[in-house]
């Protein structure tokens, strides 16, 4: 093997240099290169992002508004139970349990049992069951009947059973699904 002299030697040496130079430009360095643009490209949509936004609204004047919204909305549930219509708040269907049982016992019915059952939707309301069980005289259960359809807000009478009380004379076991 014959020996280079020092100009084929530094020739040897810079086109490895070269070479080794171009490999590494080409998958090193422009990968990295393309993903710091990528990076930058988005950093600044980001920041254009940013910048669009506006300073977010008074919270003063969100909460006079929330609470004239709040005002309207007593007002209109007012109204609707004023023409006999009725919300979805639990505590109007405890007013109106109550409501009912007062009526019974003042048509002498004895109230055994209000179970809450499952909710109802129909058409035109969202109804809470209730399972009620009265004792009384047949003709007092007649009564509390027509204090029932007398009431402004909703109720219905549905699954209606009635035996007879075993224990006490001529009065009755009234066993039904109240929708309220």
Do not use: C, H
């Not at 080794?20 to 643009?37: I, Q, R, T, W």
């Not at 055994?112 to 007092?140: H, M, N, S």
């Amino acid at each position: 093997m014959k020996k280079l002299t020092k100009l084929e030697t530094f020739g040897l040496i810079a086109a490895i240099l070269v070479s080794g130079s171009y490999f590494y430009m080409k998958k090193v360095y422009d990968p990295e290169a393309a993903a710091l643009k990528k990076t930058i490209s988005s950093l600044n949509a980001k920041v254009g992002e940013y910048n669009k936004l506006k300073e977010p609204p008074n919270p003063e004047g969100l909460k006079r508004r929330l609470e004239r919204q709040r005002e309207e909305e007593k007002k209109m549930a007012e109204a609707l139970r004023a023409a006999g219509g009725r919300t979805e708040d639990e505590a109007e269907v405890t007013e109106v349990l109550a409501d009912i049982s007062l009526k019974a016992q003042r048509q002498n019915m004895q109230v055994l049992k209000l179970a809450p059952r499952e909710k109802v939707t129909t058409k035109l309301y969202k109804w809470r069951e209730v399972e009620i069980q009265l004792r009384g005289q047949f003709y007092d259960f007649v009564a509390l009947v027509d204090r029932l359809k007398a009431m402004t807000r909703p109720v219905q009478l549905r699954e209606m059973k009635i035996d007879r009380d075993k224990g006490k004379y001529e009065e009755v076991l009234i066993t039904a699904t109240l929708r309220v």
